[in-house]
């Protein structure tokens, strides 16, 4: 069974601090998704990371994938009130491409 | 980015009563999901389903549900008699490449 596991499951955090959200994944899949949620909203792709040793940036957050580790990265830069949301990662192991996500990141960001 | 709609944006059904969600994608995908996320929970695959067929299902989606896709354009799930514990978030999503798009959601409440 393909086990999906994300920390920490809650962040609070001050604004212009720094922090790493971990995604740690059990399968061979070299194919690993980041979502945002807001309360009571859908899921909003962030990142999709397709091959060891990707990297990809937006704005404050940058994500990375290590597939030999199994492990991915999103990293927050100078945290913003506008960030606080809930992070998701998501991992994809078979040919329909169905994704089985972590419990998400509950993030909040302070003054 | 596609769009997605899904409709109703909130049901409220008795338990042992039939409901069907519907997706509506706003051009031409051959493959769709459904997820559901339970309050506070992370989200969960329920089925794919691509060129009008069952590509993939996951344990959750046992006899009570169904999807169709019945004129070409709106893709529907349909769970035959709810129970309390279907109580959740549902998903529609598309992919048009590797990344998935989310619908708006539709919220089912069973009493």
């Known amino acids: 069974e393909l086990k999906v596991e994300q920390n920490p499951l809650f962040l609070s955090m001050q604004e212009g601090k720094n922090y790493t959200i971990y995604c740690n994944y059990s399968?061979?899949?070299?194919?690993l998704y980041w979502y945002r949620q807001d309360p009571g909203k859908s899921l909003e792709s962030l990142f999709v990371?397709?091959?060891?040793?990707a990297v990809k940036q937006e704005g404050r957050l940058m994500a990375s994938l290590d597939t030999k580790a199994r492990l991915s990265t999103l990293h927050i830069t100078a945290a913003v009130h506008d960030l606080s949301a809930t992070y998701f990662c998501?991992?994809?192991?078979?040919?329909?491409?169905?994704?089985?996500f972590g419990k998400g990141t509950s993030l909040l960001v302070t003054p | 980015e596609p769009e997605v709609t899904q409709t109703p944006s909130h049901q409220v059904t008795q338990m042992g009563q039939e409901v069907i969600l519907r997706c509506v994608p706003i051009?031409?995908?051959?493959?769709f999901y459904w997820y559901r996320q339970i309050l506070g929970q992370k989200v969960e695959f329920l089925v794919s389903?691509?060129?009008?067929?069952?590509?993939?299902k996951s344990e959750i989606f046992d006899d009570q549900f169904s999807v169709e896709r019945p004129d070409g354009s709106n893709f529907t799930l349909k769970i035959r008699s709810t129970k309390l514990e279907d109580s959740a978030m549902y998903f529609c999503?598309?992919?048009?490449?590797?990344?998935?798009?989310f619908g708006p959601g539709t919220r089912l409440t069973v009493t």
């Open positions: 999503a598309i992919r048009p490449g590797y990344e998935q798009y």
């Open positions: 399968t061979t899949s070299d194919r």
């Open positions: 990371l397709l091959s060891n040793g």
């Open positions: 998501a991992v994809d192991e078979n040919s329909g491409y169905a994704l089985n």
């Open positions: 051009s031409n995908h051959l493959y």
């Open positions: 389903f691509y060129n009008n067929e069952i590509s993939e």
